[in-house]
């Protein structure tokens, strides 16, 4: 069972620089979200998707763009890589139902230098 | 102020002790609350499901408190493989995760 796979699990990034982390779920579930996690905080949204077809911003979503062109990939697309974007990067998704487990990739160790 | 609130500790254990996490939420319409166990910034993972009239699981209860926007996660008999981050989250249209409590058990 793959679940929710991302890719590629580490990138080094010159600033400037553009990427795109890639996102996929076999689950058939409708939700799907994009967190960062900087070291000792909790999880940040940037971006979520309630189907395909259908993204909203989260609460730091400056400086990223995504699309959600089918129910099972949902890839996040960082343009000009800042220092600021250094982070770990995790894919979920989830039925949205109102008692939601997500189900997270293994994140994406991204650094920007 | 941050929507999910929680003590960041570091709680330090020892096995065997009992330890209780706390976490204050600010949004009233916050529908469900979970607790998520996070180790050496791996992927979170679903602990235990919050409802208003508590839950138990094994050595792990989590209690809710609509009326104080309160949610806590107590944890018996700790043992060494409880040493973790552990994350508290209100969904309310879509998940907001609190900044994590970590819980260090040493033998």
């Known amino acids: 069972n793959a679940g929710v796979t991302q890719t590629p699990k580490f990138r080094i990034l010159k600033i400037g620089q553009s990427m795109t982390l890639q996102c996929t779920q076999d689950m058939n579930h409708n939700y799907m979200y994009w967190y960062r996690q900087d070291p000792g905080m909790g999880l940040k949204l940037i971006y979520y998707?309630?189907?395909?077809?259908?993204?909203d911003k989260g609460e730091v979503p400056n400086g990223y763009n995504v699309s959600r062109s089918t129910t099972e990939d949902f890839p996040l697309r960082l343009e000009l890589a800042a220092p600021s974007q250094t982070s770990v990067y995790f894919c979920a998704s989830s039925t949205g139902m109102l008692n939601e487990k997500l189900f997270f990739g293994s994140g994406t160790q991204l650094s920007v230098l | 102020r941050k929507e999910v609130e929680q003590d960041p500790g570091p709680f330090n254990v020892p096995e065997g002790a009992t330890v209780a996490f706390n976490c204050t939420y600010s949004n009233s319409a916050s529908q469900s609350f979970f607790w998520y166990r996070q180790d050496c910034r791996k992927e979170p993972k679903l602990l235990m499901s919050?409802?208003?009239s508590g839950n138990e699981d094994g050595r792990f209860t989590a209690q809710l408190n609509r009326a104080s926007q309160y949610i806590s996660l107590l944890i018996r008999d700790s043992k060494l493989s409880d040493s973790a981050t552990y994350l508290c989250v209100g969904y309310a249209g879509k998940s907001t995760f609190g900044d994590g409590t970590t819980l260090t058990v040493k033998p």
């Open positions: 919050v409802y208003s």
């Open positions: 998707s309630v189907g395909a077809g259908i993204t």
